[in-house]
């Protein structure tokens, strides 16, 4: 009987400044370093090969960056794992993250790992499936399930999505410690005003058209929110089907989706500085790849009055590609680099704010998430 052979592990060695791209895929996750050029990249990985990690992020608040990361293992289920030295080992907080017996749950999967505010730096929220939120108020050594979401009378209704029942965006407001927003699919946008212990809808405005009442009280199939870091009570919002805007902090949405082939999609984030945001449009729920087989990001930098397409150095021809949720991201230099990876394996970069585009890499498993962090900032 031949024992498994598993992938050997290239780790890598980043310095202060470096630029680091973290991917998750079906497969594990991967490290791609490079410094402030970002011109040549190093790769590391596979870490946790063979599980699917959708969630990985690090966190430089501290001057790290701290990794973390939600691999699923088929024998023991997901779990949360943390990294101080880049990859090269990996604990567990001491008390893992899991559903308190009474909620008679377990943890499916997790989607999405934040850190909370600037100011905050303890403070720490993992989005799971299936959908709530927990709370870490000492860097992740402990977890607590918010009860004022678990307990919103509305949950015992929510519905899965195609993706399952997932709260997979956690955007803590960045002036105010109570202020906290979170989408779920299929749900909505909810908030909440005095830090978790109560919770309301917000997403006025956003259409489910797959619905017989396209306004219901709840029931919207929210793929992702993102928030305008040049101005915090702005948010963007790639709905199952349609494109929004807020200007206030999420309590009324605005269809943006003019100058776009599709209002499907998944991918969105924005520009750390310049109230930019980005978007890669798919054809439809039915055909969930690039219309008209382009591969194509685009750009507004108008707050979605207009839309740009960028395509320098991306194939036009022959490329039915998929990105989800999170599998677009921004950095922090000067001018911003912008990443995303595809279902196909591949991760294109461009380092100056999408106006050109390389292939970084080709040939990794299904991409499902895609974040930055900077070491040392």
């Known amino acids: 009987m031949h024992r498994p052979r598993m992938p050997k592990t290239r780790h890598i060695e980043p310095r202060r400044g470096d630029v680091l791209v973290l991917v998750g895929t079906m497969k594990g996750a991967f490290l791609l370093r490079s410094d402030g050029q970002r011109t040549a990249w190093e790769l590391g990985g596979p870490f946790f090969p063979g599980q699917p990690v959708y969630a990985f992020n690090g966190d430089d608040r501290a001057g790290g960056p701290t ?42 999967r997790i989607w999405q790992i934040r850190p909370g505010r600037p100011q905050e730096p303890d403070r720490l929220y993992c989005g799971v499936e299936p959908a709530a939120l927990f709370a870490s108020s000492n860097r992740g050594e402990s977890w607590e399930l918010v009860r004022g ?18 709260l997979h965006t956690i955007l803590p407001h960045p002036a105010s410690r109570d202020k906290l927003l979170v989408a779920v699919s299929t749900a909505g ?27 219901p009280p709840f029931g919207q199939c929210v793929h992702k929110v993102v928030r305008d870091p040049a101005r915090p009570d702005r948010l963007f919002l790639q ?20 100058g776009v082939p599709s209002d499907f999609g998944f991918a969105l984030d924005a ?25 194509r990001v685009y750009r507004t930098a108008t707050a979605a009055r207009s839309w740009r397409a960028l395509t320098a150095g991306l194939p036009q ?49 299904p991409i499902v998430s895609v974040k930055t962090t900077i070491v040392g900032a």
């Not at 039915?320 to 995303?340: H, I, K, N, Q, S």
């Open 67 to 108: 990794l973390w990361a939600g691999p699923e293992s088929p024998y023991y289920g997901a779990s949360l794992r943390r990294s101080d030295d880049f990859g090269r080992t990996w604990s567990e907080p001491k008390q893992p993250l899991r559903f308190p017996k009474s909620t008679r749950a377990s943890l499916k």
């Open 149 to 166: 979401l678990w307990n919103h009378p509305h949950r015992k209704r929510w519905s899965p999505g195609g993706g399952g029942l997932c």
């Open 189 to 215: 946008v909810y908030r909440s005003d005095d830090g978790g212990r109560s919770w309301r809808t917000s997403h006025k405005g956003v259409r489910a058209q797959f619905l017989p009442d396209p306004h």
């Open 239 to 258: 709905n199952h089907w349609g494109l929004y805007r807020s200007d206030d902090d999420g309590l009324t949405w605005k269809d943006i989706a003019r």
């Open 271 to 295: 520009h750390p500085r310049q109230g930019t945001a980005y978007i890669v449009p798919l054809e439809s729920d039915q055909f969930r790849c690039t219309p008209d087989a382009r591969l």
């Open 317 to 365: 021809q022959d490329a039915l590609e998929t990105v989800l949720r999170d599998g677009l991201a921004t950095d922090r230099v000067e001018p911003a680099g912008v990443y995303f990876g595809t279902r196909s394996g591949r991760l294109y970069a461009s380092r100056d704010e999408g106006d050109s585009w390389r292939l970084l890499r080709e040939g990794l498993p």
